[in-house]
């Protein structure tokens, strides 16, 4: 059974940081791109980063490139979002999902997200 | 950046009314859509791709049809278990982009 399991939500300041972990089981995580996608309270969707299999191509969104970093380590399973210079705009549910794959198109889960509140 | 526009962004049927929700993207997506639908407090669930694809498991009241920039899903006889919000995504070009999510609600 695929199983993402995202952590390390919780309340982040103003200018500060917090690294989100994600930690798949149940397929072969290295041979997947995986993506960060957030929800703000009472919103819709918004894709944020994704990473290749290998972890040598990362891509961003505007709202995100250059104060949050997608990594991932393959031996463990785990996807990593490290997020800097937080603001309340990024107060959100954070979910990492299967990236979509035009080979396995059908290959689509996301684990159950972990909430970020950007406050003082 | 692809602009996906959704519509409508609420609707209200009832329970075995024919329901259309559609997407009109900014530019041609080849048919790379994927439908989802997301219950309160939950994570979006996949129930189309390709456009049209249902994915193993979906009910087949549940279908996409479209091509180029206009994509439609229909849910073709309302079940109350189907009160969601569905999002539309384009995975054509990055970034990739979701539609604005339609509220569905019975009745």
């Known amino acids: 059974e695929v199983q993402l399991l995202e952590s390390g939500g919780g309340l982040g300041q103003p200018g500060g940081s917090l690294r989100l972990s994600c930690t798949a089981s149940g397929f072969t995580f290295s041979s997947y791109a995986m993506s960060w996608v957030r929800q703000a309270p009472g919103k819709g969707l918004e894709w944020i980063s994704a990473l290749s299999g290998s972890g040598s191509t990362a891509l961003y969104a505007d709202s995100v490139r250059g104060r949050f970093t997608i990594s991932r380590d393959n031996s463990k399973n785990t996807l990593y979002l490290d997020m800097n210079s937080l603001s309340a705009g990024d107060t959100a549910v954070y979910y990492c999902?299967?990236?979509?794959?035009?080979?396995?198109?059908?290959?689509?889960?996301w684990g159950q997200g972990t909430l970020v509140t950007v406050s003082s | 950046d692809i602009q996906m526009t959704q519509s409508p962004s609420s609707l209200a049927a009832s329970v075995g009314d024919r329901v259309t929700i559609t997407c009109q993207a900014s530019?041609?997506?080849?048919?790379?859509l994927n439908w989802y639908q997301q219950k309160p407090g939950k994570a979006p669930q996949l129930l189309i791709h390709?456009?049209?694809i249902l994915r193993t498991g979906v009910p087949s009241r549940f279908s996409g049809s479209g091509s180029g920039t206009d994509l439609t899903l229909t849910i073709t006889s309302l079940q109350p278990e189907d009160v969601a919000t569905y999002y539309c995504l384009q995975y054509e070009e990055l970034p990739l982009t979701f539609g604005g999510g339609t509220k569905v609600e019975i009745e």
């Open positions: 999902a299967i990236y979509p794959s035009t080979e396995r198109p059908d290959f689509d889960y």
């Open positions: 390709d456009a049209s």
């Open positions: 530019q041609d997506i080849n048919k790379c």
